[in-house]
Every structure is written in C-alpha cells, then in structure tokens.
C-alpha cells in the first residue's frame, strides 16, 4: 500500500437533489474539523468529493466521466487528487465504482458520511475505504455544527422513503423514512438564523411526512413543525420540498392561509396524468385526488405558485394516457415544472415491466409536454407584472448596479437599485420573461 499525502484542500461538488447539496454542504464541515480548507477557484483540490445521484441513468453516468476529468486534470497539475464518490450512486454502486475506478479511494453513502474522517484516515494510509451502512441511530448526532450560510439556507428534516414508486431508486440509496426530532431541528434553524440566514427550505424526500414531538412532548405533525419555526424572530421566509400527494394533511393545507412566513409556493409531483400509469408506477393517488389537492391549496392560499414532477414515457404509456398528462396540465396552469423521460433504474420493479418506450416517443412526449409547461410558466411570469412583494437578495446581477433575487413565488427577479446580499428589498414587478422578471425597486434603501 503506497501511503498519500495529508489533503490540505478540498472541493464537494453535488449533484442531484437539493438534499444532496444539504449533505455536501454538510461534508464540507466535516472535513474543515480536520483543518481542510476550500480549494481556490481554478484550482484543483487535493481532495474531490462527488456527490453523487442515481436517479437517472444519464447522472449515475456522469459520475465515471468525471472520475477521468478529475484524474486527467491532476495529472496535468502535477498531483494526484484523493477521490471520494459519495451520495446515492455510492449507496447503490459502491462495489462496482471500486471495481471500474482505481482512481477512486473513498466510498461513502449518504448516511455514513459523517464517518468521513475514519475513511480518509485510511485512504492516507493507502487503503481503499468503503463505507455504505446505514446506521440505526444515524448521522446528525455526529456531524459537527452548522457554519455561516448565504441568506437561504437548507434544512433536512426527513429522509429517505417507503413508498416504492415502481421506477425509482431513492427507497434503496436513502433508505426507510425517518424524521429527524423536533428539538435537533429547532436548534439547527437557530444555528442557521442567527449565522444569517433569512430563508430556510425544508428538505425531505418526503418532507411532509415528518413527525415528532414538540418541547411539551406534544405529537406534532409536518404543520406544526413549519408552525414553530415561524416564531423565530429573525427568520423571514420558510419554503419546503419534495412533498408527496399522500401525506398531504388538513393542517398542512390550512398552514398555507395560517402561516405568514411561509412562501405561497408548493412543489406537488404527480408523474403523470393517467390512473391506469399511476398505478402501474404504484403512486397511489389518481390523477382526480391530485387536482382535489390542489384546489384545496388554491382555497387555502389563493396565490399559491404550484409546481410538480412528471415522467414521460413510463413503460406501457400509450400515446391517449400521455395526452390525459397533457390535460392535467391544461387543467392545473403551474407555474413551473420539471419533466423527465422515464429512465430505467436496475433493480426497480419498472426496470423488466413489458411495454418499454422508444427513446424518440420518449423525446416527442417530453418536448410537447415541456412546450405546455413552459407556456404555464410564462404565462404565470406575466400574470404576476403589477404584483408588489418582497424579493430576497440572493447574488449581484450581470449588469453593474443590478441584484437577483427570488420573489415569493419563487420566481427570479432582476432589479436595479441600491441593495445588499440578504436584503429583502420591496419592488413592483414589472416585466416578465419566460424564466425571470424585472422588477421595480418601491422603497430604496438608504445608501
Ligand atoms: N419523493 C419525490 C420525488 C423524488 S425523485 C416524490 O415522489 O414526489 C425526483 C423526481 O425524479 C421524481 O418526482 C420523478 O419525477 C423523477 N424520477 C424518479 N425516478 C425516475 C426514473 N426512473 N426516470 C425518470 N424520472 C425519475
Ligand atoms: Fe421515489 Fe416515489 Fe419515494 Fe418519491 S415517493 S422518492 S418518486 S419512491
Ligand atoms: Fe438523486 Fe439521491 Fe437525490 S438519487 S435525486 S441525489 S435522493
């Protein structure tokens, strides 16, 4: 075994879902308590993380190609970086990335990662460390405390998933659904607010099946956790995502036209529009119970920005169950979306179901489903000039004098005025493109 140099710094780069941007950002504390510092920009890290993601095939690719870019760009910079694959194509391919990769000394699953100084004692030492296990009592116990955020922050307050979609690998790479405890939760949203953050999203596969127990040992659910946070004096915007159809509540329904803080925005996926395809990928909601849903949310918060996921192409989908997709969509009017061709995952129910799609069926359902939802979002970019709200600071614009931000709505907003990163800054939104608007600053800023 050839020993290797104690890494000095580091680069995490995730991919996927934005829980896996919550575990890298994570990571990335883990590895400062060993004194590991960020690679400047341009350079490259004598440590590389990929976080990785499973859900499609064209992404677990990824991951091998970038493996080769990574040891090419060493070679050209005269080093060899220490790899490490985490996330969910570690989970689920670990054994194979160590057998396709010799470049690769650390594989580490997306709830073992907390054990990331152990492993990278022993790739020092010149072994090849895997670690996949899932541990009963998890990781947060042991992860180091959260460091200074930008002004939105992400929270995960709930992993993993029962449900068994027929075509999806998440049940496998991230495990059972757990809910993390109230108070561990509380506290981290303290951390988070009082190192500045003013938005704080709440991540889950399944976010809305959280449980716990408040401070009196009260049951609590999912609303009653969104409810508590709200009282933190210096948080100003509470979002969450992924929610499932399934554990939709009254209580989370109500919290919409309760809770002030909490953004007019839900991320709702159905997958497709069709019962025949819902059921045959095992969502068990209907396409009915779904639009009653969100006529419910409708009622509750009459602005509320709805959002959902969809899969073209699910094996068997016939050209009249595509176009019951299309009619949901007609009927729904998001205002954003994201679609994708059905991806065989190995191992998954769907993956051997007869009737599997041509790719170029896929690419024609896919683009004229996306024509329909970028139509949606436009047109809900446009409904939205004349509103007055508030937009959170996020980054400087392209032009000088120029911020962007997100309005309630998620929606991104360019304005030109006298601002700061985290300022929630009151405009008038006056001009809509398909993906941002223009807005008008209403009260400037003292300068
Ligand atoms: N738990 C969330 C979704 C998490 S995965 C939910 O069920 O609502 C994010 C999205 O990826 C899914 O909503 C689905 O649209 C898509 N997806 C998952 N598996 C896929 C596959 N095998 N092929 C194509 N898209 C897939
Ligand atoms: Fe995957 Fe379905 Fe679980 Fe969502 S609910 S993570 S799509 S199995
Ligand atoms: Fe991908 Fe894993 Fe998230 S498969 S979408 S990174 S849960």
């Not at 499973?54 to 910079?77: M, P, Q």
């Not at 959280?210 to 009282?231: E, H, P, S, Y």
């Not at 969502?283 to 709805?306: C, G, M, N, Q, V």
């Amino acid at each position: 075994m050839t020993t290797r140099p104690v890494p000095k710094t580091y680069r995490v780069k995730s991919f996927g879902c934005q829980m896996n941007v919550y575990d890298g950002e994570r990571m990335a504390e883990v590895l400062a308590t060993r004194g590991i510092t960020p690679a400047a920009e341009g350079e490259e890290a004598d440590l590389v993380v990929l976080n990785t993601c499973h859900i499609r095939e064209k992404a677990a690719e990824k991951v091998y190609s970038d493996i080769g870019r990574l040891v090419k760009a060493g070679r050209e910079a005269g080093k060899e970086p220490l790899i490490a694959v985490a996330g969910c194509v570690a989970q689920a391919e670990g054994e194979e990335i160590m057998a396709r990769a010799p470049a690769v000394s650390m594989v580490v699953g997306p709830q073992a990662y907390h054990r990331l100084p152990g492993l990278l004692d022993r790739a020092i030492a010149g072994e090849r460390a895997t670690d996949t296990d899932m541990p009963e009592n998890g990781k947060f116990d042991d992860l180091p405390a959260r460091r200074k955020v930008g002004p939105g922050a992400f929270l995960t307050i709930q992993e993993g998933c029962d449900k068994f979609c027929t075509y999806c690998v998440v049940p496998y790479t991230r495990g059972a659904e757990i809910s993390r405890p109230f108070s561990d939760l509380l506290r981290e949203a303290e951390t988070l607010v009082e190192a500045g953050a003013k938005e704080i999203t709440l991540l889950g596969q399944n976010v809305n099946a959280w449980t716990g127990a408040d401070d009196a040992g009260r049951a609590i659910g999912f609303d009653g956790l969104v409810k508590a946070l709200a009282k933190l004096p210096e948080l100003h915007r509470i979002r969450y995502t992924t929610s499932h159809p399934n554990d939709v509540t009254e209580g989370m329904i109500a919290m919409h036209g309760e809770v002030a803080k909490l953004m007019p925005y839900l991320h709702l996926p159905v997958q497709s529009g069709s019962d025949r395809v819902l059921k045959a990928m095992n969502r068990s909601h209907t396409a009915d119970s779904y639009l009653k849903l969100l006529e419910a949310f409708r009622a509750a918060r009459p602005d509320i920005a709805l959002s959902g996921d969809f899969i073209v192409g699910f094996p068997g989908e016939t050209e009249a169950e595509f176009a019951e997709t299309l009619a949901l969509v007609d009927a729904v009017k998001y205002a954003a979306a994201f679609s994708f061709k059905y991806s065989p995952r190995p191992g998954t129910p769907a993956a051997s179901m007869d009737g599997q799609i041509a790719r170029e069926v896929m690419e024609d359902r896919l683009a004229r489903l996306q024509d329909a939802l970028n139509r949606d979002q436009y047109a809900f970019n446009r409904y939205s000039v004349g509103r007055e709200c508030e937009v959170l600071v996020e980054r400087k614009g392209k032009l000088p004098g120029q911020w962007l931000g997100k309005s309630p709505w998620l929606q991104s907003v360019f304005f030109e005025g006298n601002a700061q990163i985290g300022d929630l800054v009151c405009v008038e939104l006056v001009e809509a493109g398909p993906n941002s608007l223009a807005g008008r600053v209403l009260e400037p800023l003292p300068a």
